[in-house]
């Protein structure tokens, strides 16, 4: 049996400064080559003046949080919403935050909020995931 570090309506966190080179390597595999994200004189004559990291590279942030932090190994992600509600630029350090607010013992899954903050400490990514834990787990 594998029992719980994290109690509920407890933060798991995460932060990672997503660079160029990332988010390079992003938009060759995703194929989203929009030059918001690779051209730094087209993202200086648009609304954010400056190149913006993906969203969808943000919301790997929680991947990393439930694959490898909490629960960790085995644990299984069933959904994510995700609301955008600032950019993140290249180059800024961007802290991911994933709370659980619940979890059913029977069917092993547990219900967390997700949050990105950058640099200024302002919300950007808000939502809510739903993980499978590993069948051994115990809250």
Do not use: R, W
């Not at 938009?27 to 969808?56: C, Q, T």
């Amino acid at each position: 049996m594998i029992t719980s570090k994290v109690k509920l309506n407890e933060e798991i966190i995460f932060e990672k400064t997503f660079g160029t080179k990332e988010v390079e390597y992003f938009a060759e595999v995703s194929e989203d080559n929009n030059p918001i994200h690779l051209d730094s004189e087209y993202a200086a004559k648009s609304i954010f003046k400056k190149k913006v990291v993906h969203g969808i590279l943000l919301a790997s942030m929680f991947s990393k949080i439930f694959g490898t932090i909490y629960p960790g190994n085995g644990g299984i992600y069933l959904s994510q919403s995700i609301k955008f509600l600032k950019p993140a630029f290249v180059g800024e350090k961007i802290t991911a935050k994933a709370e659980l607010l619940s979890f059913d013992n029977i069917k092993k899954q547990g219900i967390f909020k997700t949050e990105c903050y950058n640099e200024k400490d302002e919300l950007i990514v808000t939502g809510e995931a739903k993980i499978l834990f590993p069948k051994e787990f115990e809250l």
